[in-house]
């Protein structure tokens, strides 16, 4: 074995220790000059310590965990504690040929007048003294007296305690980490540093039960090193050495405490507690290190502190981020903080303010995700509804209580909103002004994380454009999770099945008398169409329905078109359906239902608050009294609203005069007579009939002529038109002209349609259909509907068909004479003459029979009903038609029970 080679003149050094590997062994970093310091290892001369434990490598089949020899530990401890971090000045004694060893004496202090750690070390009884050479020199023989003067005083290896106690138990493996982590409760524990990989992770020793742990800092990652290609060096990230370095600096074999977090891939995650400061704020405030979401909700005390230091970094332009740009563009702070009150929610993420100024604003809560579905998953509801439209907020599980729940909670409530990032356009979405909503001190989005009915957005690392407060949201986020709240759970997916009764008659009538049987029951506001006119979900039988305010007549707005285009609107309708909408919109209201019109639309009364809309919309001017309503009793309340109303001339009474008492009696008394041209096209089985105004017959037949030219020039393709319901289209009648029509259903390929300009119907199949061009979309229907006045029918169907048969034979492609006598529901009760010598049309068909006169009660009517009960008493009295067999009416008398 070769002897050691002994230094000529040793020359003394000084440096800073790093780290103590051993009782007898220590790493010492000199000064730096222009690069990382040099660092030496120095073994103490002349002494020998027992060696501390090793871990087996699992990579090699012949490795094996050893256990401390007796006192290593202590060894090691007393030197940490000495020398870690502290100035020492060391002369080399020898060098190991052909070996990079080299054996030295370490002094304490600038030079080598201070404490001599090898002597400390022999006094202590830690180390043992190599006698060997035949002469000892003076530093030898010196510490074989101390060594002599230890054993005498059984110090340290030289005591009687039994060697086993100062053996320490290493444990290196966490069978369960999640259970551990559990067991400590997130108490900050004991540990000493052992190893620094890299700048965010760390390897320690926790006291007392020596466990050895490799600890990731939560919250943040330092550049890391990854293997080379030929697998031989470590190749680090831009600032990963000086990030290393930096954590070496201040933490390897230091005194710390360890509060452990998390666990990840048997890497546990953990903060690191020091005196002198966080070192995870230090890495990210010097540029060090960055933030990671995944991690650091886990930080104990919150992470507001990590992401100030970041933010620190990133505006001084630091290392790693020396060229950070922000990924979004800035935000005024001039406007970035308003407040306003909530009118809407447009979805699960999405509100509309309306602000001091009375304008409205669409914000999106800021980093969250409404509950989804997949294409997929669409198309499956899609199919298994028949082909009705997807309705996110029924069809999407969890949509609906999500909206529900910001609903219940914003709806009419003053709210903070803070503007957190501006997401631009991008494809067909628009801008989105993305905020973060906060009512009494709550945040909005935090609320519905944590009750699990939204998710939170995963951005790349670079990506700040995200809520300023998104590391609350991730944390709500994960008690969801654990809690199995909502999208969480592991329950089957609720469905919400929701039955539409808008446009779809069949339907209506079936819930028709349940509705009406409930009474007073509790709905919520889905969609205000107009000032009268709103779209409701009733919980009670989980249907949505259209419903019209009962007893009011209310301007309407503009509108689109059945044919495309837009309706124009009545004065005042805009200002109404504002007043419904910004009163009623999302609200819960009650309702009563009490009639239902011929289009499936209900029709009743309506209170918010306890309050009577159709009261409300009649005192504020917006609507005035339907004679429908005298039946009611809430009639008094409206007749006053509307008088009232019309004293301050308010909205649609500007300018209303009454009418003086003379004008009044005249108005009863008179009837007027305003003759229209007309021809009857098609009489109906209720004796209600269209006809077509000669007066429009020019304009008529040049649009059905230019119709017919564009057709014929550019022939649709059979088959190519799609059939849906309440679409305009172009129709081949049985004379293989083309006319105008509208879809009244569709049934398989059975097509119901109605001719709009003639008013007749037909049963056809899609091949005799094509899209009607654009230009004849918007041309209202020249067919008009109108009914028989003062008239009332038998009900007998046979005596109905008779009737109907005599007034198409008296009418039958014939110029006619109408006087409009009054209006009932939207249609115009008529008077038919002939246009020769004015006859009566009416009057004949009483007089033979075939109609009866119904008992009007209008003053200026009553001329007219007694010419027609002349009529009727003439065919009672010569039993013609309806009464050959007597006057049945006399039915109806008390002798015969009814």
């Known amino acids: 074995m070769a002897q050691p080679q002994q230094s000529q003149t040793p020359t003394a050094q000084r440096g800073i220790v790093k780290q103590v590997l051993s009782g007898d062994a220590i790493i010492i970093r000199g000064q730096p000059r222009g690069g990382p310091p040099p660092e030496k290892q120095i073994n103490l001369s002349y002494v020998n310590a027992s060696k501390l434990s090793r871990r087996g490598n699992p990579n090699v089949d012949t490795s094996q965990e050893t256990k401390d020899e007796p006192y290593a530990w202590e060894a090691r401890e007393f030197l940490r504690k000495k020398l870690i971090g502290k100035e020492v000045c060391f002369t080399i004694e020898y060098k190991v040929p052909n070996s990079t060893r080299e054996y030295g004496l370490v002094f304490i202090g600038k030079d080598t007048s201070g404490e001599n750690i090898v002597e400390s070390l022999v006094v202590e009884g830690l180390v043992e003294v190599r ?51 559990d067991s400590l409760h997130h108490a900050p524990v004991k540990a000493i540093v052992e190893h620094v990989r890299d700048g965010s992770t ?47 600096c201040r933490l390897l074999q230091r005194e710390v405490e360890v509060i452990l977090e998390s666990v990840s891939n048997q890497n546990f995650l953990g903060s690191i507690v020091h005196p002198n400061g966080n070192i995870a704020e230090l890495l990210l405030k010097e540029g060090f290190a960055r933030c990671v979401d995944w ?136 801008e989105k002004v993305c905020c973060t909503v906060t009512v009494g001190g709550q945040n909005v989005a935090e609320a519905l994380i944590s009750k699990g009915l939204a998710t939170v957005v995963r951005y790349r690392q ?88 009962g007893g009011i007549s209310c301007p309407r707005g503009p509108r689109p078109s059945p044919g495309g285009g837009m309706l124009e609107g009545e004065p005042w309708g805009e200002e109404a359906h504002k007043f419904t909408k910004e009163l009623c919109h999302q609200r819960e209201v009650e309702i009563e239902v009490e009639t ?17 809309l159709s009261v409300t919309l009649v005192q504020e001017g917006l609507a005035s009294v339907h004679f429908t309503a005298e039946r009611s009793s809430y009639y008094n309340a409206l007749q006053i609203a509307e008088d009232a109303a019309k004293k301050r ?46 007066e429009e017959g020019p304009r008529l037949e040049e649009m059905m002529g230019k119709l017919r030219e564009e057709l014929a020039s550019n022939p649709p393709l059979p088959g190519s038109f799609t059939p849906k319901k309440g679409v305009l289209c172009a129709s081949k009648f049985v004379d293989d002209q083309w006319y105008r029509a509208r879809i009244e259903k569709v049934a398989g390929n059975i097509v119901h349609v109605f001719y709009i300009d003639f008013g007749n119907r037909e049963v056809t199949d899609p091949t005799k259909l094509a899209t009607l061009p654009t230009t004849y979309q918007g041309l209202s229907p020249a067919a008009h509907e109108y009914g028989l006045a003062c008239i009332s029918m038998p009900e007998d169907s046979e005596f109905i068909e008779d009737t109907r048969y005599a007034l198409i034979q008296d009418t039958d492609n014939r110029a006619l004479l109408l006087n409009v006598e009054y209006r009932v529901g939207g249609v ?66 008390k002798e015969f029970g009814i």
């Open 131 to 181: 006698r060997t050479g035949v002469k000892p020199s003076d530093i030898q023989q010196k510490l074989c007296e101390l060594e002599d003067a230890a054993k005498a005083a059984g110090k340290g290896k030289w005591s009687t305690d039994p060697s086993h106690s100062h053996v320490r138990d290493m444990k290196y493996t966490v069978e369960n980490p999640r259970n551990f982590i």
């Open 828 to 893: 115009e009760y008529v008077t038919l003459y002939t246009s020769e010598d004015k006859e009566d049309i009416l009057k004949n068909l009483i007089s033979e029979g075939l109609l009866m006169v119904e008992n009007r009660k209008e003053k200026k009517l009553q001329k007219l009903v007694t010419e027609y009960k002349n009529a009727e008493e003439t065919a009672r009295w010569k039993r013609l038609n309806l009464w050959r067999y007597g006057d049945f009416t006399e039915d109806d008398a």
């Open 202 to 248: 760390l390897r320690v020793l926790l006291l007392p039960d020596y466990y050895m742990l490799t600890v990731m800092i939560s919250g943040i990652r330092c550049p890391t090193f990854k293997t080379s290609e030929d697998g031989q060096t470590q190749v680090g990230e831009p600032f990963a050495d000086e990030a290393k370095f930096f954590t070496e």
């Open 649 to 694: 001339g308010d909205k649609i009474w500007t300018g209303f005069e009454e009418p003086k008492e003379e004008e009044k009696k005249e108005d009863n008394v008179e009837r007027k007579i305003n003759y229209r041209s007309i021809i009857i096209t098609e009489v109906r089985p209720n004796l209600n009939f269209y006809a077509q105004h000669v």
């Open 295 to 430: 991690s650091i909700t886990f930080v104990t005390g919150g992470p507001d502190k990590l992401r100030a230091a970041e933010r620190s970094a990133k505006d001084s332009r630091l290392r790693i981020w020396r060229d950070y740009t922000p990924s979004g563009p800035a935000i005024d702070s001039k406007d970035k903080e308003f407040t306003g009150k909530v009118v809407e929610v447009v979805n699960a993420d999405s509100l509309v303010i309306k602000l001091s100024n009375g304008t409205l604003m669409k914000v999106f809560l800021s980093s969250i995700r409404p509950p989804r579905l997949s294409e997929d998953k669409q198309s499956e509801i899609q199919k298994d509804n028949k082909g009705r439209s997807f309705r996110p907020l029924y069809d999407v599980p969890y949509m609906y209580e999500a909206r529900e729940f910001l609903r219940k909670k914003l709806i009419g409530k003053k709210v903070n909103v803070s503007k957190d990032y501006i997401q631009p356009a991008s494809n067909s979405f628009p």
């Open 462 to 549: 670079d990506d700040d454009q995200r809520s300023t407060h998104y590391d609350e949201l991730l944390a709500s986020e994960m008690k969801a999770q654990k809690s199995g709240k909502g999208l969480h759970s592991k329950k089957e997916t609720p469905v919400r099945r929701v039955v539409d009764l808008s446009g779809d008659l069949s339907k209506s009538k079936q819930f028709f008398p349940f509705l009406q049987r409930a009474g007073r029951m509790e709905g919520v506001v889905e969609f205000v169409a107009s000032g009268s006119r709103l779209r409701i979900f009733v919980s009670r039988e989980n249907c949505l329905i259209t419903f019209l305010l």
């Open 596 to 612: 239902m019109d011929k289009a499936g639309n209900f029709i009743g009364w309506m209170w918010i608050d306890n309050i009577n």
